[in-house]
């Protein structure tokens, strides 16, 4: 594909203007026809058969354009990273607007970024970050660990229904209505819930209410949630329960045994503990690295002089990290509006809390960016495609993996990959600078 560049540098950001001249979307444009021909019904023409001038007359043509636009500025984006070289220094995320769409007529697009802000290093070097050594005999470090054992031990249990009253350590199968003030709660109806009676799961005294119960059995009792309460709606207030109890089971659990580990394959059961403790042991330190990693971050941002960040940044930054916690709640099953419903806020107030923390995040990037340029921190093209080809053989049966290749080739990908790459090598080399034992 063809393209026009022009470059113009203005306050706080760096502009390209890309001109897309027809003849070089045209076949977007056509194929953009054709599928959209597919999925209409026009008479006296098959599915995918009607001339182009039939297909805009039905479904418009600004509609075949809009259809095709996506297609025509990835590609026409994907030019320019191969025929540009930008000097100046920016924040790679643009921002990519149309400014013009007229069928027939040239695309114009703009490319935007924002230049980056001047930064002036302090020290560095030598910051004398000590590690917590992690204590393997404290209770805490025990209690993980007989935790994750006690997990594995609940995958391998049998359970039983029985004709018994509910103790501690069964299972129950119930059906819940919750209401606040005679007032049924906003999902606070739960059908057919299968839970194992345990203390440390529920709220205090609601396990207490369950124990003696039987199967057909029903119960109401109040309780009082806590004040922090992750639900603003409950929180600190008094709810009464309903409850209907359908079946109790008996867990058998299996012992902790040679036999009980040959089922996770290890020979012994020392050998599947300390296999487990090795486990939370790297998990604590990696947690602790990390922590350790912000604490020396901050300290060279402390030491350093960052001209002021342009808000439009901090709001691309704030705006950024709203679509992250959206993708973090969609992964544990939870809607967005349900979420800002329990905590009472709307995504305005979110974005405001999210400010500080975003114009940080922006700063620790700018830091990392800096001393990798100081420092001559580069990333080669085969370390790239290494990576590339790792991420290959990882997805390879797939069932989307022609898809995935694909994307893992593209410019774009390529460029992200190398910036993500060189601020790994760069805060390793950080940390071999100041962290001590």
Do not use: C
Request: charged share 35%; glycine share 4%.
């Amino acid at each position: 594909m063809a393209i026009i560049i022009n470059k113009k540098l203005e306050e706080s950001k760096l502009v390209f203007n890309i001109e897309i001249p027809f003849f070089d979307y045209e076949k977007y444009i056509r194929e953009s026809a054709e599928h959209l021909s597919e999925h209409v019904n026009i008479p006296g023409f098959r599915k995918g058969k009607a001339p182009y001038d039939i297909v805009a007359k039905e479904v418009g043509e600004m509609t075949i354009y809009e259809n095709a636009l996506q297609d025509i500025i990835e590609n026409a984006y994907d030019e320019f990273i191969k025929k540009t070289e930008i000097k100046e220094k920016i924040f790679y995320e643009p921002d990519i607007q149309v400014a013009q769409l007229v069928p027939g007529n040239p695309i114009v697009f703009n490319i935007e970024y924002m230049l980056i802000p001047e930064i002036t290093l302090g020290d560095y070097r030598n910051l004398k970050i000590k590690k917590s050594k992690i204590d393997t005999s404290s209770e805490e470090f025990k209690l993980k660990v007989n935790n994750a054992i006690s997990e594995l031990q609940d995958s391998k249990s049998i359970k039983k229904e029985m004709d018994k009253a509910i103790e501690i350590g069964d299972q129950a199968t119930l059906n819940m209505d919750l209401f606040l003030d005679g007032v049924p709660l906003e999902d606070g109806s739960i059908k057919d819930y299968t839970q194992l009676i345990d203390p440390k799961i529920f709220i205090p005294g609601f396990v207490e209410n369950l124990v003696g119960l039987k199967s057909g059995d029903k119960k109401e009792f109040e309780l009082l949630f806590p004040d922090n309460y992750f639900d603003n709606k409950v929180a600190g207030k008094k709810i009464l329960f309903k409850v209907e109890i359908l079946k109790v089971y008996k867990v058998d659990k299996p012992e902790l045994n040679d036999e009980f580990a040959k089922g996770f394959g290890f020979d012994k059961y020392d050998d599947l503990k300390k296999h487990i403790e090795n486990n939370i042991r790297d998990e604590i330190e990696a947690k602790e690295i990390d922590k350790k990693t912000i604490e020396m971050i901050n300290k060279i941002i402390q030491n350093s002089k960052i001209s002021p960040i342009p808000d439009r940044l901090i709001d691309l930054e704030t705006k950024k990290m709203i679509e992250e916690l959206k993708d973090s709640l969609s992964q544990s099953g939870m809607d967005f509006e349900r979420y800002k419903e329990s905590i009472n806020k709307t995504e305005e107030e979110l974005k405001n809390e999210f400010r500080p923390k975003a114009e940080e995040r922006l700063k620790m990037a700018l830091i990392i960016d800096k001393i990798s340029e100081v420092e001559n921190i580069i990333v080669t093209e085969e370390e790239i495609n290494k990576e590339i080809e790792d991420a290959k053989n990882y997805y390879k049966n797939h069932p989307d993996f022609e898809n995935i290749k694909n994307n893992l080739e593209q410019p774009a990908y390529r460029q992200q990959l190398g910036r993500v790459l060189k601020n790994e090598k760069t805060i390793k080399f950080l940390r071999e600078q100041n962290f001590i034992d």
